[in-house]
């Protein structure tokens, strides 16, 4: 089956220079480059990198264009990958590298600092996608991380499921654009007024941009989702939901006893829902956003509660996915020691074992 083409070099805007002398390096890989090149020592090497986690694989053409472009001599390097948004299993390598140690020694870091991170945030990403199935999921999380991240951090998002991501940087590898509702910024700024602000918003924003209200500035979700349902009518995608985890909503006082009440509740949403379609408008969907995680939306879902979409923040970013790189020797000998540097013979009967190339470089290819 083809493989859908890896991302262009270009397209991550590296710092070529600054990687390839090691100013982003573990210090011991740089002098040990100088060392061999001093010696004139060109040892020719297999590097396998492999993750401990079970996991969703991101960042392995963010890490391919690292050694394309700020290896020393990259046609003397044969690299093969697996891709992103693979499945992998502890252990299993994910990308091998064979070539003369001294072209890449300094690149470890890097390449193993892109793994981790992308991998980290589409795996958790792809767990709350596969949690709301088939409901819709939107990447939230820009505001708990430095902004520098966010490129790579929505290709994995992206890669992993998540139909939208809410800032430009983070759809720029893809060639989107970020996506959003009426913020409690834009209702602060018209006094409060959810509904006049949601009006000027239908009023001066492009008419293709889906309309969707934060509904809990007051408190009142029900209330003011009718309000602005009434105000808007079709030109109203949706409302959000986004009540604080230290507030109980107006609408969910009256039903307090047998559930915690703060933040976002299925009887909240319920509560929504059946506002909006007792008022016939159905057509209005309803997001739902605030300390969403894997199980909570796994909650929601066994329990039926009418989400149409989940807005996924902070959750993302937790969790441990290292990767880590066994190097073993192709040839004792050295380029510079009149050695030739040879592509070793490497196992491929069991993937699962450090190691090991990947088991089907037909299939996860070379690059």
Known sequence: MPRKPRLDPSIFHLPVERMREG???DK???RT????LKDKHRPC???QVFGKAHAFLGGIDEAIAILKLCSMEWPELEVRALYDGDEIEPWETVLLIEGPYDAFAPLETLYLGVLARRTKVGTNTRRVVEAASPKQVMFFPARHDHWL???GDGYAAHIAGAI???????????GSEGVGTVPHALIAAYGGDTVLASQKFADLSDPGVRLITLVDFDNDCVGTSLKVARALGRRLWGVRIDTSETLVDKSVVPQMGTFKPTGVTPQLVWNVRRALDKEGFQHVKIVVSGGFTVEKIRSFEEEGVPVDMYGVGSSLFQGRFDFTATVGASRIGGLGRGAACC?????ETDHTTPGTAPSDPADKSAY
């Open 45 to 47: 090497v297999t590097m």
């Open 164 to 174: 939208g991501v809410s800032t430009d940087a983070q759809a720029s590898w893809w």
């Open 149 to 151: 991240v966010q490129t």
């Open 33 to 36: 480059r100088e060392l061999l």
């Open 23 to 25: 100013y982003y390096s």
């Open 343 to 347: 592509a070793p013979t490497v196992s």
């Open 28 to 30: 011991y890989f740089v």
